[in-house]
C-alpha cells in the first residue's frame, strides 16, 4: 500500500531534526564555554563530526537492536531517515571544512584538498573522511524507494551495505585525525568502544536469528513444519525448510506458506502481520496476499508460494517453491489459534500504547549519559591558544610599510627609539603584496582587522593611504650561529587568531594554501618550560620562503641562523635542511 508522509512521519522528523540541531549546538557552544579563545567555525566543525558520528553508530545498532527487541522496530521503520540526516551532518562538516581550510585561497578548494600530501604516517587522515562522505552522501541520495526500482533490492541493498566499510573509514578518520590533534584518550576510547558495540549487538543478533531459524521436521517428501494451533489469528511462524526461510500465516480460519523474505529490503516477513487482508511486513509495511504472494494493486511486487497441506493437526510444507505470484488455495483449519504474544507495529498504523511509552522513555534515559559525553569531549579538546580575531573590529593604524621579505608595518611607540611590527596580510588565504605595492619604505595609514596572541600581531588589511616617506629601515642584529632545530612551520595569520587552532595536522590544508598565497611562514619551537617561540622564516640570504608551504602542519628539522629586529625574531635557514622531525 502506498505511504504517504503521515503525521508519526512528521513528528519524527520534527523531533530528529530539533534533536541533531541541539546535539550540534550543544557541543558547539560547550567547546566555546569552556574554551572562549576557540572560532565558531572551528566549534561547529568538531559539532557537526560530533553529531555524525554518533548518529551513524546509533544507526548501525539500530537494526540488531530490532532483532533482539521488537519495540526498537519504530526506529528500523524510519531509518532511512536517519541515514539522510547524517548524510546531511556529514555534507555540512566536509563544506565547513572545506571553506575553512582550503577556500579564499590561490587554488580551487577542491583541487586544494586532493593536493594535501602524504603525511609522515601514510595516507592523510582527509582520505577517509572523503570515502566514508561518499559512501553516505549516496545512501541518502538514493533513500528512496523510486533508487530501490532503478537498482534492484539486490544492487540496492549492495550499495546500503557499505555503510560498514564507510563506518571503518570513519574511524580511521577520526583516529588518525582527531586522534592527533588532541592527545586526550577519552576521544580514541570512545571511537573504539562504540565499534566494538557495533559488532558485539550484530553478532549477538546474528547468533539469536541462528537460534531461531528452526529446521521443520523431516519427511518423505513435505517438510513438517509444527502444529497449526500454534500459530495466532493474523500472525505466522517461520521454519527452515530447504535452507530458505517460510512463513506460514494463518488468516480467517485458514493457513497459506509464502517466502519469509520481503521483496523490499529482505525484512522478515514471517514476523509480519495480516492487516486489510494482506501480509504486512514490519519493516517498512510491504504488503502481500496470502494466497498468491502478491502485492494488491497497483503495486506488483510478488514472493514465491509454497503449497501445504494439514495432517492431524500438524502443517506439512512442500519444499519446492512455486514461482512468485503462484495462487495456492488456503487450507482450512479448525480453531483454537494460539493467542498473539507481542503487539504489531507498522509506521502508518497507530502505534500500540505500551510501545510509545517506551519510546518516550529510551531518550530520556539516554540524555543524561548524552550531555555527559558532549561536556566531556568539549572539556577534554585541548587548550586552544590564546589568540584573538578581532572579526567585524576595524582599526586604523599608521607606520612604516616593509614589503621584504613579507609584508610588515612599523609603528613607533611613543617616548621610546623602538617600533612594534605588525605583520601584514590580505583577505582570506593571500599575502598583502598586492595591498602593499609601492608603500614599501612609505609611511602609510593601514585600515584593517587585527589578530594577535603572545608578542605576535597580523593585521588583515581592508584599505592602505599612503602619506609620505617613513623611517629609514633598520638591519637585523644576529643572535646565534647556526643551529638545527626541530619545531612546525605555520602560517602567521592563522597562527595569531584568525583560526584557532592554528597549527597541527588537522591545519596543514589551510596552512599550504596560506604560505602559498603569500602570508608569512612562522617556525614554531617549544622551549622546555612549554613556552613557544615563534619565528620568521626566510632563506639563508634573508629572502621569503615559498618553499615553507609543502612542510606547513607537521614536524619538521631545520638547519638556521637566528635574528632579531626589536620585538621580532627571524630564522634563516637553508631550504635544502628542511626534513621530517620523523625520518
Known sequence: MPVNWNRQKRLYDLWVSLGTLALVAGYAVATLVVHPTATVETALIRGLGFAAFLLLTVILMVGPASRLDRRFLPLLYNRRHLGVTVGLLGLAHAAFVLFQYHALGNTDPIASLLAIPSTHD?????????????????????????????????????????????????????????????PAPVYLATAGLAAVLVAAIHLVAALRERRADQPGGSGPDWVDVGPADRIPEGRAITRVVAGERVAVFRHQGRVSAVSGVCKHQNGPLGEGKIVDGCITCPWHGYQYRPEDGTSPPPFTDSVPTFNLAVRAGRILVDPVPNQPGTRVDPVPVTPPAAVESAPFYVGYLPPPTGLVRFLRAVPAVLLLPLLGLMVTFAAAQRSFDRAV???????????????????????????????????????????????????????????????????????????????????????????????????????????????????????????????????????????????????????????????????????????????????????????????????
Not at 465 to 492: H, K, Q, T
Not at 494 to 499: L, N, Q, R
Not at 506 to 518: E, N
Open 122 to 182: 601514510g595516507i592523510p587522515f582527509e582520505w577517509y573522511g572523503i570515502g566514508a562522505g561518499v559512501v553516505l552522501f549516496l545512501m541518502a541520495a538514493t533513500s528512496h524507494d523510486y533508487w530501490l526500482s532503478v537498482l534492484t533490492p539486490p544492487g540496492w541493498k549492495a550499495l546500503h551495505m557499505a555503510v560498514y566499510p564507510a563506518y571503518l573509514a570513519l574511524l580511521l578518520h577520526v583516529g588518525l585525525g582527531l586522534g592527533r590533534a588532541e
Open 389 to 583: 580575531f578581532e572579526y567585524g573590529t576595524e582599526r586604523t593604524i599608521q607606520g612604516t610599510v616593509r614589503t621584504a621579505p613579507y609584508p610588515m608595518l612599523e609603528v613607533e611607540r611613543p617616548g621610546t627609539a623602538t617600533v612594534s611590527r605588525y605583520l601584514l596580510a590580505g583577505f582570506g588565504k593571500r599575502g598583502a603584496q598586492e595591498a602593499t605595492v609601492g608603500l614599501d619604505g612609505k609611511k602609510a595609514r593601514i585600515v584593517g582587522t587585527l589578530a594577535y596572541r603572545d608578542n605576535l600581531t597580523v593585521l588583515e588589511i581592508a584599505g592602505a593611504e599612503p602619506l609620505g616617506p617613513g623611517r629609514p629601515a633598520p638591519a637585523p642584529r644576529s643572535v646565534s650561529g647556526r643551529l638545527d632545530l626541530v619545531g612546525e612551520i605555520v602560517d602567521g595569520k592563522c597562527y595569531a587568531g584568525v583560526m584557532n587552532p592554528g597549527r597541527g595536522a588537522t591545519h596543514r590544508g589551510c596552512a599550504i594554501r596560506c604560505l602559498a598565497g603569500g602570508l608569512t611562514p612562522l617556525f614554531v619551537i617549544q622551549n622546555q618550560d612549554g613556552t613557544l617561540v615563534e619565528m620568521i622564516l626566510t632563506d639563508d640570504a634573508g629572502h621569503s620562503l615559498p618553499q615553507a608551504a609543502r612542510w606547513a602542519g607537521r614536524p619538521v628539522q631545520v638547519s638556521g641562523r637566528i635574528e632579531s629586529l626589536d620585538d621580532i625574531w627571524f630564522l634563516r635557514v637553508d631550504p635544502a635542511t628542511i626534513r621530517s622531525a620523523h625520518d
